[in-house]
């Protein structure tokens, strides 16, 4: 892997991806500032992936395996994915992968909300997947080769002699549909109900996800959920075996991680965007729970 000028912060956006020269092997993607797709994430030599490190995913994406085996963490929830699986995450999401077969092959499809014009200014994969999480749907083998196709499609229209956009936008919107009705489909299949304890603890997960860097108090979230906050910490700890205070803290350090990494922002002006006191108080913070000092970890290959 080459190094980067830590001024040009890297991102997971579009326009990053772009016009950032920071993807080799682009045989295997095709990025506009619009629509992306990527063949085969594995073989696409980068600056980008490091395992365990976390990353911003600014547009919502629609990742397939083909082959091997992927596990990755996002928004605190883990995710083991295999063959016959495609992954819907929404987004402004925070992605880290942690480990990859050797034989693995990850396609990725991805769109801006202005690209999809149909969608107006609603965010177009809430409007058309109704949910508010990322989303692991499991196909049948017929499903699976539906998608299949789809995918391919895509990857012959874009190597097309001229960029479809037209044909793409509408064939992208017709992937969100079929999207849209797989999950209902999967939901309607499925043979285990979701607990009372394990609907409120997807909720808070949720809540912590979208508040944790401005509210870090365990009575706001109880409150959110209608519960008091000694029976909310209760529930949380019987159902993941950690605290609520731990939830928020590995979500804050996230943050923190993407910002350090991925930003040019100095660390003062992190501490004051994840609205600690001042920068001592987030280097203690970021220590403890890490075992370095921001600075130590910004630095780190």
Known sequence: MENMDKKVPIDLALNTLD???IIKNTEYCFITPGFGFIDN?????????HLGQPYKMHEGR???LTSGKVRININLSEYTLVPGEVLITFPESILQPMEFSPDTRVRVITATPNFIQDAGNEDFFRHYLANDT?????LSKEENEEMNQYFSLFWSI???SHFKQETIRHLFMSLLHYIHDLRANNQEESSKPITRQQEIFQKFIMLVNKNS???RNVSFYADKLCL??????TLIRQTSERTVMEWINRSVILEAKVLLKHSNKMIYEIADELNFPNTSFFCKFFKKNTGMTPLEYQKQE
């Open 19 to 21: 016009f950032k020269k």
């Open 41 to 49: 994430i594995i073989k696409m030599e980068s600056v980008l992936f």
């Open 62 to 64: 629609i990742i397939q």
């Open 134 to 138: 990322n989303t692991l749907l499991q």
């Open 158 to 160: 874009v190597h097309a």
């Open 213 to 215: 860097c401005t509210e």
């Open 228 to 233: 008091t906050p000694r029976y909310l910490n």
